[in-house]
């Protein structure tokens, strides 16, 4: 048994208001599209950290270099190990990760200057080793 056809035109059109009186009313999906914004928020603030923080762990190591380097500087100034002051400050620098930009040694006193890169930035440290209280 056939319907009519204009009777089976208004079932479909009565379907499709009553769809869409549901889909603008219907708050289904919503929470995934806030967990997605969520998510993108945190991906995009953990790539924006991630260099700062590398940065910050590039100084400290530079700034440990240039105190290694300035006390084997400082060593090899008072005799307590063989070798040329700044070429062994030079090593120690480039075991540590750093390059040795600089070295001045004024009597028992070596100053050094230490250097890195990391993602674009220069990280430079300097450092003093000697006995205390030296006015070279």
């Given at each position: ?32 599209v806030v ?30 270099a240039a ?70």
């Amino acid at each position: 048994m056939r319907r009519p056809a204009g009777r089976c035109r208004l079932a479909w059109r009565d379907r499709a208001s009553a769809w869409r009186r549901r889909a603008i009313g219907d708050d289904s999906g919503a929470a995934t599209v806030v967990a997605l914004g969520l998510v993108g928020a945190i991906v995009a603030l953990a790539a924006l950290l991630a260099p700062t923080l590398g940065v910050l762990v590039a100084t400290q190591r530079v700034a440990n270099a240039a105190d290694a380097a300035a006390l084997a500087a400082a060593d090899a100034t008072s005799g307590a190990v063989p070798g040329v002051p700044c070429d062994l400050a030079a090593s120690v620098a480039a075991r540590n990760g750093a390059t040795l930009t600089g070295c001045e040694v004024d009597g028992p006193v070596a100053s050094v200057t230490a250097q890195s890169t990391i993602f674009g930035f220069a990280v430079v440290a300097r450092a003093r080793a000697g006995p205390p209280g030296w006015e070279g």
